[in-house]
């Protein structure tokens, strides 16, 4: 018997995770389990199971290391939509630090076997196996809305009017909202209308509002189950304002989607033609009848052979396909046709690999999540998690509260702090932590929803003195990767990266910086003889053999770990990262001076 252990990452994605349950329950040989996380907060995790299962599925997240699991379990990452690529699921949300396996819904293209080697050190993975194999599984929430589909074909058809999250919505979506529900309604009175917004925009003001006044209609059904499955199955088209690259419903239903827009909106949407057009509000109705006129009767074996026309693994059958081979996961017998990536299996440095991490500047950086998980006694390691969450260039509300959590987590342990991570620590607040609280308090001032107790706690019992660091910080931006240390270039340079941050750095840089520069190199050919500043892009090599003395200058923060792992084998390069801010250098300071502990462990 195979006991099988399934972790939903967040209250939301259960539905997801139900579904997989219902469908696996009654196969024989296996004993399934729901295992909820008991979060006393956002990031502060206690799991207790029961007991200890063979092979644990669970759902990725941007906030979640999994290191609490048996470590002679088998873990296996489950991406949460059709559109998230494999890249994603073990980088972004972290899988390369967890995931023994993935779960992947669509066909992927494949990339070199050690993709990813360098990318997951040793001492902050959680493995069974040196490796992330992936599965071609396919999607059960696709399996389950199919399913329901064929089941409801004689009930009552529905408009769905689908909403996306508030806060990466376009900024005129808010103001369209109400004109588009109440057209609906209006307009086709012998649909259901039924309205979803997103669920962590539900306590939001300007939406209660307008569904109260919508209930006057008995047409509407407000949708605030777990899934949304049940009440999209009816729905013969479904409208939104978010161009979509791809979305279930039109998959299980085969039915389209009309992505609604201003009047005055001349912009051209990039939408997926099979699933998509596009409407004026004001032509909207009539663009429903159309589509609505069109709509072909149901047929399951078209929705399957569109799926897999579609690059879907395995539709309508992918817990099938999954339980058929456990045995070749318990065993750790990848069939040929999986894809099989490795990771180093030697202990390196950590300090190099957080120093460019910190450089990165990337938001909700699970490599400090990881770094916590596995060191939770260097707080230092928390500050890192909070500055990540802070970057965020979208979801500022969800991630700023995972941001409060964690700095609350830090300055509430009972950790003896060294002054001048205390001072740090008072450096960042001031710096960063204040405008992160007050943008969160500004945005719960719009909803009914209560705050977790440790924002309101920094809301109004904390209150640093601030601290003054011990060493006066340093200036410089440039930081020499190879040898851990913020200095200047005094080679002939090579700037590698032709993007935005290539842009802001030349358009300030020393005229001693500028007088060096041989050329700018990218990887786009596209981009070859086009000038920065009066600076030719060329490739890396035509540059690279101009001289035999060469500094290299990454000019990318989202690529500075990758270009730098192509280049670190020349041993006549230095080969420089350019910190994103003075909280950047602050922090890459700080892990250079305390960092030491982690090698030796």
């Known amino acids: 018997m195979i006991k099988l252990g399934i972790i939903p990452s967040s209250t939301i994605s259960k539905n997801h995770i139900t579904a997989i349950f219902n469908s696996i329950r009654d196969k024989r040989n296996i004993e399934p389990h729901i295992i909820y996380i008991n979060q006393q907060s956002i990031s502060t995790l206690d799991f207790e199971p029961k007991l200890e299962c063979d092979i644990y599925l669970i759902q990725e997240s941007n906030y979640i290391n999994f290191n609490f699991i048996?470590?002679?379990?088998?873990?296996?990452?489950?991406?949460?939509?059709?559109?998230?690529?494999?890249?994603?699921?073990?980088?972004?949300?972290?899988?390369?630090?967890?995931?023994?396996?993935?779960?992947?819904?669509?066909?992927q293209i494949k990339q070199p076997t050690k993709t990813y080697y360098n990318d997951f050190p040793l001492q902050l993975r959680s493995h069974q196996h040196n490796s992330i194999v992936e599965i071609p599984f396919g999607q059960p929430k696709l399996d389950a809305f199919i399913d329901t589909v064929e089941a409801n074909q004689d009930k009552k058809k529905a408009i769905i009017y689908h909403l996306s999250y508030l806060e990466i919505e376009q900024d005129w979506v808010a103001s369209l909202i109400k004109p588009t529900l109440f057209s609906l309604l209006k307009s086709f009175p012998e649909h259901d209308i039924i309205f979803r917004p997103h669920?962590?925009?539900?306590?939001?003001?300007?939406l209660n509002d307008i569904v109260t006044e919508a209930r006057e209609y008995v047409n509407f059904i407000y949708s605030i189950a777990d899934s949304y499955i049940e009440d999209y199955s009816r729905g013969e088209v479904m409208v939104c304002h978010r161009a979509y690259s791809q979305h279930l419903f039109g998959y299980a239903t085969g039915n389209m989607s009309i992505i609604c827009k201003p009047d005055d909106l001349t912009e051209t949407l990039s939408i997926n033609p099979a699933q998509f057009s596009d409407s004026s509000i004001e032509n909207l109705t009539s663009e429903i009848k159309k589509i609505i006129g069109k709509n072909q009767p149901f047929s399951r074996q078209k929705i399957i052979e569109n799926c897999r026309s579609e690059g879907i693994h395995n539709p309508g059958e992918s817990i099938k396909y999954l339980v058929n081979h456990l045995e070749h996961i318990i065993q750790n017998r990848p069939p040929l046709e999986w894809t099989s990536y490795s990771l180093n299996t030697e202990k390196e440095p950590l300090i190099p690999f957080l120093c460019l991490n910190i450089l990165s500047a990337r938001t909700a950086n699970m490599a400090f999540q990881a770094l916590c998980a596995k060191f939770p006694n260097w707080p230092l390691g928390y500050l890192l998690a909070a500055d990540s969450y802070s970057r965020a260039v979208s979801l500022h509300d969800y991630y700023y509260k995972i941001c409060l959590d964690i700095f609350y987590k830090l300055i509430t342990s009972d950790y003896n702090l060294d002054y001048d991570i205390q001072a740090a620590i008072d450096i960042w607040w001031q710096d960063k932590g204040k405008s992160v609280l007050a943008y969160v308090l500004k945005e719960s001032a719009k909803t009914t929803t209560e705050l977790p107790e440790s924002i309101r706690w920094l809301s109004?019992?904390?209150?640093?003195?601030?601290?003054?660091?011990?060493?006066?910080?340093?200036?410089?931006?440039?930081?020499?990767?190879?040898?851990?240390?913020?200095?200047?270039?005094?080679?002939?340079?090579?700037?590698?990266?032709?993007?935005?941050?290539?842009?802001?750095?030349l358009t300030h840089a020393p005229?001693?910086?500028?007088?060096?520069?041989?050329?700018?190199?990218?990887?786009?050919?596209?981009?070859?003889?086009?000038?920065?500043?009066?600076?030719?892009?060329?490739?890396?090599?035509?540059?690279r053999k101009k001289e035999m003395n060469q500094d290299v200058i990454i000019t990318s923060h989202a690529y500075v770990e990758e270009i730098y792992h192509q280049l670190k084998g020349d041993s006549a390069l230095n080969i420089y990262a350019i910190a994103p801010d003075d909280i950047s250098v602050l922090l890459v300071n700080l892990t250079l001076k305390y960092g030491q502990i982690l090698n030796g462990e």
């Open 511 to 543: 005229k001693a910086i500028k007088s060096s520069i041989l050329g700018i190199s990218d990887s786009n050919p596209s981009k070859f003889e086009q000038n920065i500043e009066g600076i030719k892009i060329s490739s890396f090599e035509s540059l």
């Open 460 to 505: 109004s019992s904390f209150t640093p003195a601030p601290k003054k660091p011990t060493n006066q910080p340093t200036k410089e931006k440039l930081f020499n990767i190879k040898k851990l240390i913020f200095s200047k270039p005094e080679k002939p340079i090579i700037m590698y990266g032709s993007g935005v941050t290539c842009k802001q750095y």
């Open 199 to 206: 669920h962590l925009d539900r306590e939001s003001k300007l």
């Open 70 to 107: 048996p470590p002679e379990s088998i873990k296996i990452g489950l991406p949460h939509g059709l559109d998230i690529p494999l890249e994603k699921t073990i980088k972004t949300y972290g899988g390369g630090f967890d995931f023994d396996y993935i779960l992947s819904a669509v066909e």
